[in-house]
T-cell receptor
């Protein structure tokens, strides 16, 4: 069955460092992979989308990589700030298939 | 412009009662999704509507769950004879289109309805 794993349930890093979150999947061939941010009591908010034929995507301090051979996506936040503290979800979508979300990683950026 | 809205924000009900959750998607969005998120869990897909097509109900956990979308806009998720395991946050999302291959697949989420079944 399809399975999506995100690295540790929680990740603590020091302000200013680069946070790296991992999304691994099995038994799935996604056409697209998206990353969302979710704050407590709120719905997820879209951050970045990367297609299967793209290796890397950037947006301001965010960078996403997508390796379909390793079946893995890495999500980086550079120069992290306490305001970046949230839960980050990866979501996969295959052609004509519904989105499948990972369980999320709760990131805490410590001042 | 207005985002996706959901009501009520919180619902407490007794086991065995029926509940209705409402979602108002972003105007012009043809795709509408319902998800369930339990404490510490990822989003669980429930049902998807696209325009006037038959909904994809493949994620509904039991026949106690149903949803409709009237006039291609507002959607209602109904849970009959609620059970304690139905307690979760129910999230609605909408997007411009579906599987178009581009950024229009981005889903915009509402704030969710927190359902507690006693």
């Amino acid at each position: 069955s399809q399975k999506i794993e995100q690295n540790s349930e929680a990740l603590n890093i020091q302000e200013g460092k680069t946070a790296t979150l991992t999304c691994n999947y099995t038994n799935y061939s996604p056409a697209y992979l998206q990353w969302y941010r979710q704050d407590p009591g709120r719905g997820p908010v879209f951050l970045l989308l990367i297609r299967e034929n793209e290796k890397e995507k950037r947006k301001e301090r965010l960078k996403v990589t997508f390796d379909t051979t390793l079946k893995q996506s890495l999500f980086h936040i550079t120069a992290s700030q306490p305001a970046d503290s949230a839960t980050y979800l990866c979501a996969l979508e295959g052609y004509g298939q519904n989105f499948v979300f990972g369980p999320g990683t709760r990131l805490s950026v410590l001042p | 412009g207005a985002g996706v809205s959901q009501s009520p924000s919180n619902k407490v009900t007794e086991k065995g009662k029926d509940v209705e959750l409402r979602c108002d998607p972003i105007s012009g969005h043809t795709a509408l999704y319902w998800y369930r998120q339990s404490l510490g869990q990822g989003l669980e897909f429930l049902i998807y509507f696209q325009g006037n097509s038959a909904p994809d109900k493949s994620g509904l956990p039991s026949d106690r769950f149903s949803a409709e979308r009237t006039g291609g806009s507002v959607s209602t998720l109904t849970i009959q004879r609620t059970q304690q395991e139905d307690s979760a946050v129910y999230l609605c999302a909408s997007s411009l289109a579906r599987s178009s291959g581009g950024s229009t697949d981005t889903q915009y989420f509402g704030p969710g309805t927190r359902l507690t079944v006693l």
